[in-house]
């Protein structure tokens, strides 16, 4: 990039240029991605950690970040439900009615991995189910 100016040195364009990355950062930053996949690389480290006898934490708090990601998304869905009950002009839209019925779906597979989660962290705790009960309800 050619300097600008008397040779100073001043620096203005090498800042606006981070200006202008650093917007298009945040314009571009999905936050629904960042919960998905902070809570999958946190899961995984603790996970690995917790097999390998670094941390003797409980399963409960290992899988604790996985459940963040539920929460996150099963709170998406009580606010698009509601959201769908209260316009009754969305429901008239043919596009709309498909795509709250793919988050009905969406929200039943999550609902299913939750109970996975929830046996297969409680089966690792305490060993009081069998483990074709824990994946039995592992959604394929």
């Not at 202008?20 to 950062?25: E, F, G, H, K, P």
């Amino acid at each position: 990039m050619p300097r600008r100016g008397g040779g100073g040195g001043s620096g203005s364009g090498a800042a606006t240029e981070a200006d202008i990355n650093l917007r298009t950062l945040c314009q571009d930053f999905n936050a629904s991605k960042f919960v998905v996949f902070s809570s999958l690389l946190s899961f995984s480290l603790l996970f690995a950690l917790r097999l390998d006898g670094v941390i003797d934490w409980s399963w409960w708090a290992v899988f604790a970040p996985l459940w963040t990601w539920k929460g996150v998304a099963v709170s998406g869905a009580v606010v698009g439900s509601v959201v769908w009950w209260r316009r009754p002009q969305s429901r008239m839209n043919a596009d709309e009615y498909v795509q709250y019925k793919a988050m009905l779906i969406s929200l039943a597979t999550h609902l299913l991995l939750l109970m996975f989660e929830l046996l297969l962290a409680d089966n690792l705790q305490s060993r009081r189910h069998l483990w074709i009960l824990v994946s039995s309800t592992f959604p394929c």
